[in-house]
Structures are given as structure tokens and as C-alpha cells.
């Protein structure tokens, strides 16, 4: 005879945060990044489902990459085809972990692979850090190691309906053009190899990074224009 112990409950939603669906496929077609958040909750505690799109063709090679995450990322491929992770495929990597080169042949016009990762967000007061570090193609020696908290800043400043971006991707844009920029940076100090810049555009942070900024500066501009015109 089975044995009940207690019934799991779904808590309600917060305040201000209400349930909201997305089709993957159909919100991959305005991804302007890679690891696009789903819905805007990224704060302590919240469930953040990020989605990807990788396609095959000219200058598509994602190059690599490690990551460093505190909290667990769970992976899931909704779709593929050519690609290394096969639909259907659930993943949870370890707390650091190799990224990139999703696609058998990257040239191929024909590869694709659609994937989301999860991951919660940590409580508050709970450290949550993040690091990146590109690595040489010859030796995979260490170029660039960047760490970051990926707690969103103190948005109280910002004022109602504001929501915070995805650290994650702001990180990886604003350590990735410096390090593009400079040759010495991409020398490798253990084999010499003068590593090609990090193909940032085939994983779209910069232009997640210009859009929320663009996009914040829209946002206080009506909120200024709204609180003028109730004087």
C-alpha cells in the first residue's frame, strides 16, 4: 500500500511576475543572442529558461569556451539536425564546462540545433558567480579568464516595470571586445599561437548588449514623457 507522505504544491506566482507561455521555435525567430532569455524574470529565485539557435554556413564556427556557473544549468536540444546533440537530448553538465562547436560541419547551410538551458536562479543573499575563459586553439591554455557575479544590479533606481537583462550575456560582451581587440591578449604565453578573435557575432551577445541598452533608454523616455504629462 503506498504511503503518502504530503502533497507537492505549486506555490503561487508573485506579485508582479505572472505565468507566461512561449513557443521555443516560434521565440527563436527574433533571438538577436544566443542563451535568450524567455521571459523577462532573471532575478533571485526565478526560473530562467534561455534559448539558442545554431545554423551552419559561412563564418558560422562557434569557436569554444569555459564556463563557470555556481548554480546547476539544465540543458535540453528541442530540435537538430546534423548536429552533436542529437533532439530530444537532457543535459546537466558539470559547474564548469566546455562550450561550442555544436555543429558537425559549420559551413553546412543545412546543420541547425535548437537548444534551451535552465538554470534557478540563487536565493538572495546567496552568492551567484560566473566566469568565462577562452582558451588557445593549439594548446587550450588559458588566454582570458573573466569572472562576474550574475546577480542582477540594485534596480530600485530604475523605477516600475523595469526587469533586469541576463548578466551572462552583458559579461560576455563587454570581456570578449577587449580581448578581440588586442593581439597581445590573444597570443598565447605557453605555445606562442596568435589566436584569431572570438567569433562574438555567431553568439550575438553584442547585439543583446546594444538593444538592451537602446531599449532602456526607450523605456525612461516614455516614463519621463508619461510623468510630464500628469503635471
Known amino acids: 500500500m503506498a504511503v503518502i507522505r504530503g502533497q507537492r504544491q505549486i506555490p503561487s506566482p508573485e506579485a508582479g511576475k505572472p505565468p507566461l507561455l512561449a513557443n521555443v521555435f ?6 538577436n543572442t544566443s542563451l535568450m ?7 533571485a529565485e526565478d526560473m530562467v529558461p534561455c534559448a539558442t539557435i545554431f545554423w551552419g554556413g559561412e563564418n558560422r564556427d562557434t569557436g569554444v569556451f569555459n564556463h563557470m556557473n555556481s548554480v546547476d544549468e539544465v540543458a535540453i536540444c528541442f530540435g537538430a539536425q546534423k548536429a552533436r546533440m542529437p533532439t530530444g537530448f537532457v543535459h546537466v553538465g558539470t559547474r564548469t564546462h566546455l ?3 555544436f555543429l558537425q560541419d559549420p559551413t553546412d547551410p543545412e546543420e541547425c540545433m535548437a537548444i534551451v538551458v535552465t538554470q ?17 586553439e593549439t594548446c587550450q591554455a588559458p588566454l582570458l579568464t573573466h569572472e562576474f557575479s550574475a546577480r542582477p544590479e540594485d534596480h530600485e533606481e530604475h523605477g516600475p516595470g523595469y526587469r533586469p537583462p541576463l548578466e551572462t ?5 563587454r570581456c570578449v571586445n577587449p580581448f578581440n581587440a588586442s593581439e597581445a ?3 598565447c604565453a605557453k605555445c606562442g599561437t596568435v589566436n584569431e578573435p572570438f567569433p562574438v557575432s555567431v553568439w550575438g551577445w553584442n547585439s543583446y548588449e546594444r538593444n538592451t541598452v537602446a531599449a532602456e533608454r526607450a523605456r525612461r ?11
Open 99 to 101: 562550450v561550442g562547436r
Open 169 to 173: 550575456i552583458l559579461e560576455g560582451a
Open 185 to 187: 591578449a590573444r597570443t
Open 120 to 136: 534557478l536562479q540563487a536565493p538572495e543573499g546567496v552568492p551567484q558567480e560566473e566566469s568565462y575563459t577562452f582558451v588557445c
Open 26 to 31: 516560434h521565440a527563436l525567430r527574433s533571438a
Open 37 to 43: 532569455p524567455m521571459f523577462p524574470y532573471t532575478e
Open 221 to 231: 523616455a516614455l516614463a519621463l514623457t508619461a510623468d510630464a504629462a500628469t503635471k
